[in-house]
């Protein structure tokens, strides 16, 4: 349980006592209800992240789109609803190269658009997957009632497999970028979890195993 949860949930079991002290304990209901939700947006369960030439997913929630980018990239869009773990995870180990915020507008996060217009956070990573040199650049969204996105790491930081790199607060959504390299396995639809998921794996053909065959 993160510590946030434990702060607002605090704050509404304070609020439902004064109440339930003057008027009742059926007035207080909806405070006791805000703070058992808040127990559970802010859950942060222990994962066992897949070992291998894989990319694993950054964030509970639902696959909404995969497009290519003009890069030669493709694009994994994925929409946490409240009810989503908020925790957010890097998809491959390796070296924090650039952390970026960008202000913007508070869209619907399951829109296209809100990939670009939305306030965000942008994290690059590089790393050696599978003997093959990769970067993969994510960015946590803010959505329409998401107001709030928190970073844990800066540039130089060296993330372990699926290590938490922050949240983001109350309905979002995380854009993933993979290069040419990767082989996206998932498809719109599908429901992912953060550091558990494997959403991509390093293409076949890029394998040093397999160049040293040909």
Same mark, same amino acid.
């Given at each position: @349980? ?44 222990? %994962? ?26 493709? %694009? ?60 993969? @650049? ?77």
């Amino acid at each position: @349980m993160l510590s946030y949860g434990y702060y607002y949930a605090g704050g509404l079991l304070a609020g439902a006592a004064i109440v339930t002290y003057l008027l009742g304990w059926p007035y207080a209901l909806p405070f006791y209800i805000l703070a058992a939700f808040c127990l559970n947006f802010f859950r942060d369960p222990e %994962r066992q992240t897949p070992s291998g030439p894989v990319a694993v997913s950054p964030a509970d929630g639902k696959v909404v789109a995969i497009r290519p980018v003009p890069s030669g990239a493709s %694009r994994i869009s994925i929409f946490l609803n409240v009810f989503d773990v908020h925790v957010n995870r890097t998809p491959i180990p390796g070296k924090v190269t650039c952390v970026t915020y960008k202000k913007g507008q508070f869209l619907a996060a399951n829109k296209s658009e809100a990939s670009e217009a939305n306030e965000q956070s942008i994290l690059t990573v590089e790393g050696v997957i599978g003997g093959v040199h990769t970067t993969v @650049m994510f960015k946590q969204i803010a959505g329409l009632i998401a107001r709030r996105i928190i970073c844990y790491k800066k540039p130089g930081d060296i993330l372990d497999p699926g290590e938490r790199i922050g949240l983001i607060k109350f309905g979002s959504r995380v854009d993933v970028f993979l290069g040419p390299e990767w082989e996206v396995l998932v498809k719109p639809g599908d429901r992912v979890t953060a550091g558990l998921s494997i959403i991509a794996r390093i293409r076949e053909s890029r394998l040093p195993e397999s160049k040293e065959g040909v």
